[in-house]
């Protein structure tokens, strides 16, 4: 079945450096979105992605979806304390309607 | 507008036990999801109704495990007779849909915690 692949797993920075997550699809992803769960919370829907080689950008975050709808990345500049938390993709393909599949999420934790 | 609303948000029962999950989504929402987190891992899909039919149920675990939606409304997650590995948060989510092929970011509800002892 449709796998979302999401590395790394973990990330710990120190605040005001960037952060970078990678989301890979074994299949072609009709759309891909975000989500941001904060310690204790639930996910945050954040951004969704439809078009090849789409970028978007929410302030710091900058969103990417690759030439070939398999793969997606979300950048975070200078990041901030507010900034931690688990970071999910989830995405479609044609034949998978209306269910996202999630990637394992990378966690974030920022040193102040 | 209301956010979608689970209850309760923790339950710590026995292996052998029943428990029932609930999830007002929000309304006009005709997608309604429940997803699994379990120890950290990915989120899993479990299944979609719309309205108050069954959309897709290929997440569902096994027989143990019962999701009924009520006139399109409210939804329960009924797990019996519960077992250890059932334990972890289980989050609805509800949606619109806008046309074919347009689709909103779910809403997610704050999750039940379900511990198996």
């Known amino acids: 079945g449709q796998q979302v692949m999401q590395i790394p797993q973990y990330q710990h920075v120190q605040e005001g450096e960037d952060f970078t997550t990678y989301c890979n699809s074994s299949?072609?992803?009709?759309?891909i979105q975000w989500y941001k769960q904060r310690p204790g919370g639930h996910p945050v829907f954040l951004i969704q992605l439809v078009k090849s080689g789409e970028v978007k950008k929410q302030k710091r975050l900058t969103f990417q979806f690759g030439e070939a709808k398999k793969n997606s990345s979300l950048h975070i500049t200078a990041t901030q304390t507010t900034d931690v938390g688990t970071y999910f993709c989830?995405?479609?393909?044609?034949?998978?309607?209306?269910?996202?599949?999630f990637g394992q999420g990378t966690r974030l934790t920022i040193n102040p | 507008e209301a956010g979608v609303t689970q209850f309760p948000s923790h339950s710590v029962i026995e292996k052998g036990q029943t428990v029932t999950l609930r999830c007002d989504p929000i309304?006009?929402?005709?997608?309604l999801y429940w997803y699994r987190r379990v120890m950290g891992k990915e989120i899993k899909f479990l299944l979609h109704f719309v309205k108050e039919s069954k959309q897709d149920e290929s997440g569902m675990p096994n027989n143990r495990f019962l999701a009924e939606r009520t006139g399109g409304t409210y939804s329960t997650l009924k797990v019996q007779p519960a077992e250890l590995e059932d334990s972890g948060v289980y989050f609805c989510a509800s949606s619109h849909t806008v046309g074919t092929g347009k689709y909103y970011g779910y809403t997610f509800g704050s999750g039940t915690r379900l511990t198996v002892v």
């Open positions: 309304s006009g929402h005709d997608n």
């Open positions: 989830a995405g479609r393909t044609s034949v998978s309607g209306q269910k996202l599949v």
């Open positions: 299949t072609t992803l009709s759309n």
